[in-house]
């Protein structure tokens, strides 16, 4: 099983960027498929999370009302978007997907992505 993160970049503060998660060797629609980050000289905390069917998301205070997370079944995919960014949003964005979680913590998911890089401007 692979989970490719991509759709990182530089924005400025206020701006939007929207990452794509894609897995091979993995149904989406089997899985719970999540985002975290890890900003500089921190532990890595849970995004957002979106069940299986769709039906069910979740996300971490700090990024809910700005960030939304969805899936496209037909393509595999998972995507973030985000909106209002701010600084503190800057990080390496990773997703992952567990076959029986729905959790907030790393050990819930089973695959992981490489990460991908947000970087913020004030």
């Known amino acids: 099983v692979q989970l490719q993160a991509s759709g990182g970049g530089l924005v400025q503060a206020g701006g939007s960027l929207r990452l794509s998660c894609a897995a091979s060797?993995?149904?989406?629609?089997?899985?719970?498929v999540a985002w975290f980050r890890r900003a500089p000289g921190k532990e890595r905390e849970f995004v957002a999370h979106i069940s299986w069917s769709g039906r069910n998301t979740g996300y971490a205070d700090s990024v809910k009302g700005r960030f939304t997370i969805s899936r496209d079944a037909a393509k595999n995919m998972v995507y973030l978007q985000m909106n209002s960014l701010k600084p503190e949003d800057t990080a390496v964005y990773y997703c992952?997907?567990?076959?029986?979680?729905?959790?907030?913590?790393?050990?819930?998911?089973?695959?992981w992505g490489q990460g991908t890089q947000v970087t913020v401007s004030s």
């Open positions: 992952a997907a567990g076959v029986s979680a729905w959790g907030l913590r790393e050990s819930d998911y089973d695959y």
């Open positions: 060797g993995l149904t989406f629609r089997s899985a719970t």
